[in-house]
């Protein structure tokens, strides 16, 4: 079958980012069949199947960083950062979830305000499994 898959990387870090959204991650650098939308964020399955995703997330002393999952709009896998004590830290998440053709999956915030998020360090990625 056709491989899909897709990595991006924050292009530009993120100051107080309100609750409710989506990142977009706009240095794409692997895209295959073309899943992924930097414009938007969100991640539109080619093929019904079994998909995993990755997101990690740089933030400084004092964030806090609530970085959720989301497929059509329902949050999936709430990943937090809460009162950050140590100067740099990378908080990641993870989800595996079967999508029907159409389905999107994004990365968006929640809960909080994000103060900072670190563009270099910060990243997503998914990808079809295998025979799925």
């Given at each position: 079958g056709k491989t899909i898959?897709?990595?991006?990387?924050?292009?530009?870090?993120?100051?107080?980012?309100?609750?409710?959204?989506?990142?977009?991650?706009?240095?794409?650098?692997v895209n295959e069949e073309s899943g992924y939308n930097p414009s938007t964020g969100k991640f539109t399955a080619p093929l019904d199947g079994v998909y995993s995703f990755s997101w990690t997330y740089c933030t400084n002393?004092?964030?806090?960083?609530?970085?959720?999952?989301?497929?059509?709009?329902?949050?999936?896998?709430?990943?937090?950062?809460?009162?950050?004590?140590?100067?740099?830290?990378?908080?990641?998440g993870h989800l595996v979830i079967r999508l029907k053709k159409g389905n999107q999956f994004w990365v968006q915030t929640f809960e909080h305000t994000a103060q900072l998020i670190h563009e270099e360090f910060t990243f997503l990625s998914g990808y079809k499994v295998s025979g799925c």
């Amino acid at each position: 079958g056709k491989t899909i898959a897709f990595h991006a990387i924050l292009s530009t870090g993120l100051t107080n980012v309100s609750p409710n959204t989506i990142i977009k991650f706009g240095k794409v650098l692997v895209n295959e069949e073309s899943g992924y939308n930097p414009s938007t964020g969100k991640f539109t399955a080619p093929l019904d199947g079994v998909y995993s995703f990755s997101w990690t997330y740089c933030t400084n002393k004092g964030s806090n960083a609530y970085l959720g999952g989301y497929v059509d709009g329902k949050l999936m896998a709430r990943i937090s950062n809460y009162a950050q004590t140590n100067h740099w830290k990378n908080t990641s998440g993870h989800l595996v979830i079967r999508l029907k053709k159409g389905n999107q999956f994004w990365v968006q915030t929640f809960e909080h305000t994000a103060q900072l998020i670190h563009e270099e360090f910060t990243f997503l990625s998914g990808y079809k499994v295998s025979g799925c």
